[in-house]
């Protein structure tokens, strides 16, 4: 579209010099394209004629410029957000409900929309899948996370059907089912985190472990021995499509089932990691079996912000006395992410021991 602008008209050799000195006032009008001739630029402005005289007399040592009003073409609207590119297809009145979060999983993007303006969830689809050329598909959340898998309900909003994807977390490639399995990129940092812990040699038993990342993380840069369980045969099949996508230095061992019932099939672990927050507690028979004494877990709960680390301690202490073992030393408590309003998901790094007779 042409849009009828004062502008000014400066040679190519001036130019830069001007153009720095109008961006400096902010009284260049950035929705108008430039334009030039052999030997000018003419930049488009917001001020009028006698305004922009004023300005040039009193900042710069410019002299020969032509100021007058030329037909600028108007730049094609780019958003920058969701929130400007899901506004123009949604009333003014409803606009504090457009999402301001999302999950991009590889080429996958998992969107919550509000009841509220979930009568033009197509729409907000479709901005977002035009904000993202990467993206293929956008599904909207139609349920909580649940079941013993972990899993949640999608409905596809825009894009194509699909659920499989690739998704890069600090250099890895990690193979995600996101219809199928658990995975959330909001943890990249706590798996990174809990990697870079890990010393040379150790033995890894991650009871939960999803799609591993955990694991993938921890072989990325550390020769370790990680046993990767998990009861959803899906997770555990995304996983062995990873180790074919990784140069790992350490060794992963993938395994499908119950962990309670291949505990006998496991080794002692120096480390044991617990991220299934909720449940985590009711498997601390299973960790006493397989933890060499002494031995680190990562112990994961969902918990109310102001209990925070005494709730966890207390809750971790109550099953480690029915099988008589007990923390030795707490390492570390962590705030994983905010999982709700004033809750978190947090992660107790603690010593166990069996208890001294
Ligand atoms: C919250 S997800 C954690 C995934 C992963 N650790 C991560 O950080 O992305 C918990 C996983 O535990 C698995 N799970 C639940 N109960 C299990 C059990 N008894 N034995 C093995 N895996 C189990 C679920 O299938 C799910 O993939």
């Given at each position: 579209m042409q849009i009828e602008s004062i502008g000014i008209k400066i040679r190519f050799r001036d130019a830069e010099a001007l153009r720095k000195t109008l961006l400096s006032h902010g009284v260049i009008d950035t929705s108008l394209d430039f334009m030039r001739d052999e030997n000018h630029l003419i930049i488009p402005l917001t001020l009028s004629k006698d305004e922009i005289i004023q300005l040039l007399l009193s900042s710069?040592?410019?002299?020969r410029f032509e100021l007058q009003v030329y037909s600028f073409t108007q730049k094609d609207f780019q958003p920058k957000n969701l929130y400007e590119a899901a506004s123009k297809y949604i009333p003014e009145n409803l606009h504090e409900f457009i999402p301001k979060a999302y999950d991009v999983i590889g080429e996958i993007a998992v969107v919550d929309i509000a009841e509220e303006v979930m009568k033009y969830k197509k729409k907000i689809g479709e901005a977002l899948y035009s904000l993202f050329p990467s993206l293929k598909t956008i599904y909207r959340k139609s349920s909580a996370v649940s079941g013993q898998l972990r899993t949640r309900g999608l409905e596809l909003i825009?894009?194509?059907?699909?659920c499989e994807t690739i998704h890069l977390e600090h250099g890895l490639s990690i193979f995600v089912d996101a219809c199928e399995t658990y995975f959330s990129p909001r943890l990249g940092y706590e798996h990174k985190r809990v990697a870079d812990l890990v010393k040379e040699g150790e033995v890894i038993i991650d009871l939960f472990t999803g799609v591993g990342p955990f694991p993938l993380h921890i072989a990325q840069n550390h020769n370790a021995t990680i046993y990767a369980i998990d009861i959803n045969q899906k997770a555990i099949k995304c996983l062995e499509k990873s180790l074919l996508l990784n140069k790992l230095k350490g060794s992963i061992k993938t395994l499908h089932g119950d962990c309670r019932e291949l505990m006998s099939s496991l080794p002692n672990a120096d480390r044991i990691i617990m991220n299934l927050p909720s449940y985590s507690q009711e498997y601390i028979d299973v960790v006493c079996q397989i933890l060499k004494p002494g031995g680190i877990i990562h112990f994961y709960q969902f918990v109310a912000t102001e209990d925070g680390k005494d709730r966890v301690v207390s809750i971790l202490k109550q099953e480690l006395t029915k099988f008589d073992w007990e923390i030795k030393e707490i390492i570390d408590f962590h705030k994983v992410r905010e999982s709700a309003p004033r809750e978190i998901h947090a992660c107790l790094e603690v010593i166990i021991t069996p208890q001294s007779t």
């Open positions: 710069s040592t410019i002299e825009a894009g194509e059907k699909k």
